[in-house]
């Protein structure tokens, strides 16, 4: 008997013949994987690998970033500059520039006749260092708005508000390396397995090598949840309550680092009268985990010879974001676990160059973490660059989620989106795309024509991607890597670094600023803007062969540190270096002293104002968004790439099955969510991640979650809470959802 198929047809593999591998660094999340691309015949990238030799990946990729080098000529690229007189017209082709000289006559008319602040520039995480540096050049130089920002305002922000004003500047102070120390492990919102999938494959090996208690706190199960010891299923934006509560338990029973605090901190009474307040016999009525878990947890993390933190948009996603980011650090140092081997406050970073941004973008300051509130950074920066210190303002303008409101208010006529798709990233899209309509010029710079946003604009310039370009990205764990330039760009596209430098010429008449003509001569400023003063941020010893040779090296990394590194090794060749010659500082820290006047770090007490939407009768569900591993951001890349978008092709929304039996709600039917900003339909997956209270929808979908959401901002660092709302279902015709939902995925 002949079972199965009498014709097979085995699937066959082309033999993909690489004439030549480039090294290049992912361009997806901030874990920061080394990837080789190999090059075919022809120059056209056949296939890609995770590089060996890496520190940070040691071969391995997720899905993502197997399938990256896909992405080149995947549809809807932007082949050629766009223009039209008013949104919604059809588009005409143009040159690039016809594209420019009308971009730049808007920005000159708008800051002519409302002023200079009339026009906005909102940036995000996803170019190369080097295009963030000359971005800031010429906004803070020449066109001079101070209304700019970046999308990592959406990720990040909490988390650099959080380091500053607890250790005086930002820079996360641990590395990867800090697993294979650590005696106990804390995640506080982090799916990383979904989030950051080569990350919780650096921890898993930690965790197969030596046993260590992990413990996450996370209102859902996530996956990470579900490989813990233990798992706190904290109600949503209380974590503030939880870590006081805990280091309540710390000081009263004596289990605090008494001579770390006494000599690296200042603020230790004023943290020890607050959390008086805190005892976990109240504080579990407002976070949800129990007394006695309160105690073993601080008893673990306390007694733990090393302990670490880390945390994602679990935390920063909220109004108590940069307050949370403060406790955890105040929870590291008053048990004495921060700058040491297994001992730190590490923000898991969302973009791959989110990093990049908050170091050189200029968006919240001056380049290499400057400050514009700061004469001695104002008149350093103005030097190096040649032109009028009064040209800069003197504190910052708008973050990002205030320019929207602003244009709502008309105080914003004009702006200028780069590799950013607010119409599916931002908070209550209703609101958001009346803000668009009010516009009077916008221009989309992005990789992508079909991105949502370039509905509203006047003009869109199309840009390269990824490896049709070349510099640099810097990592969650401060490590700055490579992306060597491997094809040209795709049609008529151009890198961001040509599309500002030759933008940089039509404002000439403003300040006259020398840019260098490669990416490579930008770092080489950077460098230069980098050395001394005293600052962490220090990258004067790498150069783009030393990051190559050492795989991506870390800051700080000076000058006087590569010199001596090469004299030892006695290598002419740098690119013949073994990686371990080039390193960096793996901890920021480590000999307590920090970045504030005194050199103490603070403890910042922190006290919970309960200003969350929470559920109620009218809307019952507590409404929490996040991520899926296939798919990065809004999918504008990965929602062009074939097996992510198969194994991920629609929105869904998890439901608890009692809270759906009560309903009379089933799996797999679609669902009207409602919120008091607006409703999405969405298809139901029944399962016990999510209590009976609680509803979840990956938020990388056009139309989907943030039509819901409330995004109420936190005072510190403006970043929204995506993940604090209130929400109720309605049940709904399901062939009228099934066609809405087809009209959705067929954008
Ligand atoms: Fe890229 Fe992040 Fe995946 Fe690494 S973990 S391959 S950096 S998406």
Known sequence: MIFGRTQRKPIAIPAKTVKEWKY?????????????????????????????????????????????????????????????????????????????????????????????????????????????????????????TNNYDG??????????????RSFGADGPPG???????????????????????????????????????????????????????????????????????????????????????????????????????????????????????????????AKAPRAMSIWTMGINQSTHGSDGVVDINNLNLITGNIGRPGGTSLSITGQCNAMGTREWSSCSGLP????????????????????????????????????????????????????????????????????????????????????????????????????????????????????RNALRPYADSKPDFWIFNQMARRFEDRNKIHYPATPEGAFEEMRELSKGEGR??????????????????????????????????????????LRQDFLGDARLYADGAFQTASGRANLIPVRFVNNNECPDAEYPFWLNSGRVVEHFHTRTRTGKIGNCNKFSPTPYMEMNPDAAQALGVEHQSYVRVVSRRGDAVVMVQLTQRVGRDMLFIPFHFHDCVNRLTLGLLDPHSRQPAFKQNAARIEKIDQREAARLNLERRSF
Not at 39 to 63: F, M, P, W, Y
Not at 156 to 161: C, N, R
Not at 275 to 289: E, F, M, S
Not at 567 to 574: E, F, H, L, P, Q
């Open 24 to 144: 290049s660094t992912c361009n997806y999340c901030s874990t920061g994987c080394a990837i080789e691309l190999g090059l075919g015949e022809q120059g056209q990238i056949v296939t890609s690998r995770g590089h060996a030799g890496a520190d940070v990946n040691r071969g391995k990729l997720c899905i993502k970033g197997l399938l990256e080098h896909e992405l080149f000529d995947s549809p809807g690229r932007g082949k050629v500059p766009l223009l039209r007189e008013r949104a919604h017209q059809p588009f005409a082709a143009g040159s690039w520039d016809a594209a420019l000289d009308r971009t730049a006559e808007e920005i000159k008319r708008i800051q002519a006749q409302h002023g200079r602040d009339a026009f906005a520039v909102v940036s995000t995480g996803q170019l190369l260092t080097e295009e963030f540096y000359t971005l800031g050049k010429l906004v803070r130089g020449q066109i001079g």
């Open 151 to 164: 999308n990592t305002t959406l990720c990040m922000a909490s988390a650099v508000s959080g380091y500053k």
């Open 175 to 301: 590395c990867y390396g800090d697993f294979e120390h650590t005696h106990c492990l804390m995640a506080f919102g982090s799916n990383l397995p979904e989030q950051h999938p080569i990350i919780y494959w650096r921890l898993k090996e930690a965790l197969e090598k030596r046993r260590f208690p992990l413990i996450v706190v996370d209102p859902r199960v996530t996956m990470l949840a579900q490989f813990a010891d233990i798992h706190l299923a904290i109600t949503p934006g209380t974590d503030t309550v939880l870590i006081n509560a805990m280091m309540h338990v710390i000081f009263k029973e004596g289990l605090h680092d008494a001579d770390y605090i006494a000599r690296h901190t200042q603020g230790a009474d004023e943290l020890r009268a607050l959390l008086a307040d805190y005892d976990p016999k109240t504080a579990q009525h407002v976070c949800g985990i129990d007394e006695d878990r309160i105690r073993t947890v601080a008893r673990i993390y």
């Open 368 to 483: 290499g973490y400057r400050q514009l509130e700061k004469p001695k950074d104002r008149q350093r920066v103005a030097e190096f660059w040649g032109i009028a210190e009064a040209f800069f303002p003197p504190a910052r303008g708008l973050a990002q989620t205030d320019i929207f409101p602003a244009i709502e208010t008309g105080e914003i006529k004009g702006l200028w989106l780069v590799a950013t798709n607010p119409m599916t990233s931002m908070a209550n899209q209703p609101r958001i795309r009346r803000a668009m309509e009010k516009l009077e010029f916008l221009v989309v710079q992005d990789v992508y024509e079909d991105v949502e946003t370039t509905q509203y604009a006047h003009v869109f310039l199309p840009a390269a991607v990824w490896a049709e370009k070349e510099g640099c990205h810097t990592n969650t764990e401060r490590r700055v890597n490579l992306t």
């Open 536 to 577: 962490t941020l220090d990258i004067s010893g790498m150069s783009y062969d030393r990051i190559e040779a050492a795989r991506g090296i870390q800051w700080p990394y000076s000058e006087a540190r590569a010199l001596a590194d090469e004299a030892r090794i006695g290598a002419a060749d740098t690119r013949t270096a």
